[in-house]
C-alpha cells in the first residue's frame, strides 16, 4: 500500500510491504524512515506484511501489520528522528485497514478506526497514549475497507455488504448489501459524505452518507453506479474533497480509469 500522511507541519509518504514500511519526504526524494518486519516471530507458513495506513493526532503515523499489531509511529516536525511510541496489542487477526476522522467527529467518537481479517473493528482516541473506545465485534466475515467521518464508521465487508455504525457507541446504524462480490475498496469525500465502493463484481458505486437533522439517524443514500467491464475492481479512489470525480483500477491493469461528474 501506499499513502500520504497529512500531518500539520509535513507530508510523508509511507509504503508499506513484507518487508517492512517506509517512510519517504512527499516527492519521493528522501528516505526518512525505514522499518523492518521481524519475520523471525512468525510461523514458517504464515505471510508477514504491514497493511493499513493512517496519520492521527496531529503527530503520529500508524500502520498495521500481518500480526494483528497496531504501530504508532511518532513523527518529529522535520528531520528523520522517527520512533515506534505505541503499539496498539487489541487485534488477533491480522489488520486490513486503518482509517483517521475525515470530518468532525462529535464528542467521544474517536479518531481512528482499525480493521482485520476476522471482521472485527476498534474505534481509538489518539493521544500521547492511545485509547480504546470501542471494538465492534466480528459477524463472520473479513472487513476488507474502512473510513471514519463525522463520527459515522463506513465498513466494507468480503460478502459485498456496506455496514455504517456509531464510531461512539459501536451501534449498527445502516446496512447495504452494496455489491455481489468482495468490497476491495472505500472511499469518503469529506466535504460531502459521498462513499465510493469499488468491489470483484466490476462496479464501483457512488452513496451519500449524512444525519438527519431531526433524529441524528444515520442515512445511507445511493447516487451513481459505474460498471467496468470485465474488471475486477481493486483500487477505487476519489480525485477531490468534493467526490465530483473518481478513479479505478483493478487486477492485471496498467490502466487507471478516471470518472467525473
Given at each position: ?7 500539520p ?32 516471530e ?9 497493511r ?6 496531529g503527530?503520529f ?14 513523527i518529529?516536525?522535520k ?8 503499539v ?15 470530518g468532525?467527529?462529535?464528542?467521544g ?8 481479517d ?14 480504546l ?12 475497507s ?5 463520527g459515522i ?10 455496514r ?10 445502516a ?7 468482495w ?5 469518503l ?12 463484481d466490476?462496479f464501483?458505486?457512488?452513496?451519500k ?19 467496468v ?15 465530483c ?7 492485471d ?7 467525473s461528474?
Open positions: 500500500q501506499a499513502t500520504w500522511c497529512v500531518l507541519s509535513r507530508v510523508l509518504l509511507v509504503l508499506t510491504s513484507q518487508k517492512g514500511i517506509q517512510m519517504y519526504e512527499s516527492d519521493g526524494s528522501v528516505m526518512v524512515y525505514w522499518h523492518a518486519l521481524d519475520i523471525a512468525h510461523p514458517p507458513a504464515q505471510a508477514v506484511f504491514a493499513g495506513i493512517a496519520a492521527a493526532g503527530r503515523i500508524c500502520v498495521g501489520t500481518s500480526s494483528g499489531l497496531v504501530l504508532v509511529f511518532d518529529p516536525h528531520g528523520t528522528n522517527v520512533t515506534v511510541s505505541e496498539l496489542e487489541e487485534h488477533h487477526d491480522a489488520i486490513t485497514d486503518i482509517a483517521a476522522e475525515l468532525q467527529a462529535p464528542d467518537a474517536g479518531d481512528l478506526v482499525t480493521a482485520d476476522a471482521g472485527t473493528l476498534c474505534v481509538w482516541s489518539s493521544g500521547e497514549e492511545f485509547t473506545l470501542n471494538k465492534i465485534p466480528a459477524f463472520g466475515c473479513t472487513c476488507s474502512v473510513k471514519l467521518w463525522n464508521v463506513a465498513a466494507g465487508y468480503g460478502n459485498g455488504q456496506i455504517l455504525y456509531e464510531a461512539a457507541t459501536g451501534v449498527l446504524r446496512e447495504v448489501s452494496a455489491h455481489a462480490r468490497i476491495y475498496a472505500l472511499d469525500a469529506p466535504l460531502t459524505g459521498k462513499l465510493l465502493s469499488g468491489a470483484e466490476s464501483v458505486h457512488v452513496w452518507l449524512s444525519r438527519n437533522p431531526d433524529t441524528d439517524d444515520v442515512e445511507i443514500e445511493h447516487c451513481h453506479a459505474e460498471c467491464t470485465d474488471t475486477q475492481i481493486c483500487g477505487a479512489r476519489f480525485c477531490d474533497p468534493e467526490g470525480s473518481f478513479a479505478v483500477t483493478g487486477y491493469l496498467s490502466e487507471i480509469f478516471r470518472y461528474q
